[in-house]
């Protein structure tokens, strides 16, 4: 997936004999690898040359090299990452269940409204992951993470058809998303523009 100056990788690896012990340390690996892919394959990057090292809410960078932007992510056997010229999050979601007590707590407006046009249960939940990697992404775009509130984060997808990538630009920052659903997985992105970083409510 490709969009602005971004350019996105996923992949998918063999993790289901790993140890559960092992497990973690398995999927950093496959993120690894495919960034490594990404760096070479958009920027003849090798990644072997570079430290990276990690904000204050874990986001990951490279000291020496502060205009490659990146971010990985992973889930189930797919890992995904995503190198720009601006900050970027990227998140993949394996398609699975959901309470209905996490959608009810993380999401809001349209994307209530969006979710109420599906009935049958394992659709809502793949709805409800396709707004979950959006947020997830925006939050991992803004160096941020987990500890900001989900709920704060409202996307407007209701135009989204499952058959062809949706895009769309972030309002209060001035940047980009991109959503796809891929059939047992989601990948999402966003992309700020320099300087374009936000810590109040975002409505995309």
Known sequence: MCMN????????????????????????????KVLAFACKDAYGTDIRTLAIEHGSHGKPYFPDRPSLHFNISHSGNYAAAAVCGYPVGVDVQVVRSVR???????????????????????????AFIRLWAL???????????MSFPMDKITF??????PDRPLSGRLSDSEGIFCLRDCGDFVLAACVLEKGSEKKGESCI
């Open 135 to 145: 947020k997830e992404s925006y939050v991992k775009a803004i160096g941020l993470g």
């Open 5 to 32: 100056k971004c350019r996105i990788y996923v992949d998918k690896f063999d993790l289901d004999n790993i140890p559960r012990g092992e497990k973690k340390r398995a999927e950093s690996e496959c993120g690894m």
């Open 100 to 126: 209905e007590n996490v959608i009810e707590k993380l999401c809001r407006g349209a994307e209530l409204e969006y979710l109420s046009g599906f009935k049958n249960d394992s659709e809502r939940a793949r």
């Open 156 to 161: 407007d997808i209701r135009a989204f058809d």
